[in-house]
């Protein structure tokens, strides 16, 4: 009995931690209020964890912290929810950047190229953005952004 018991324990602990293996970085407390994820990743999508220099295939449930990048490419599509449930949709060739908050409330984002459509169903959302050129905020529920590529 002890030891199904035992093996019971061991498979829930090797569940667990293959799970938490597929995120590019652990659930805590201290940083479930940054959190963002991947919810939608349809074609070739990557991620990149800040910091870091590879590029790798982004899936569906992908935790994203501040620094983290997410890019779509030809004929795909991604979507990411923030931590306070808006959604930003990205076009394909779309590269966007989740940046660290100014402000515990707002949420923040860079748009290096490519365009994104905001979304949020629960109340007018506080968000700012940075692009190549402008930096603005986003104060409502709906919102379309799009960073056009320059000939230099």
Do not use: H, Y
């Amino acid at each position: 009995m002890r030891f199904l018991f035992g093996a019971l324990i061991g498979c829930l602990l090797a569940t667990f931690l293959a799970d938490a293996q597929t995120n590019n970085a652990p659930v805590t407390t201290a940083n479930a209020t940054s959190l963002s994820r991947v919810i939608e990743a349809a074609g070739t999508v990557e991620f990149i964890a800040g910091g870091s220099a590879n590029w790798n295939i982004a899936t569906n449930g992908l935790a994203l912290l501040p620094g983290d990048k997410v890019r779509t490419r030809a004929a795909s599509r991604a979507a990411v929810q923030l931590s306070d449930r808006s959604v930003i949709r990205l076009s394909e060739r779309t590269t966007l950047e989740i940046l660290p908050s100014r402000n515990a409330e707002k949420k923040r984002f860079g748009l290096r190229g490519g365009s994104i459509f905001f979304f949020n169903r629960e109340k007018p959302a506080d968000v700012e953005f940075d692009t190549p050129l402008a930096a603005g905020a986003i104060r409502g529920t709906e919102f379309l952004l799009e960073v056009a590529e320059t000939d230099n």
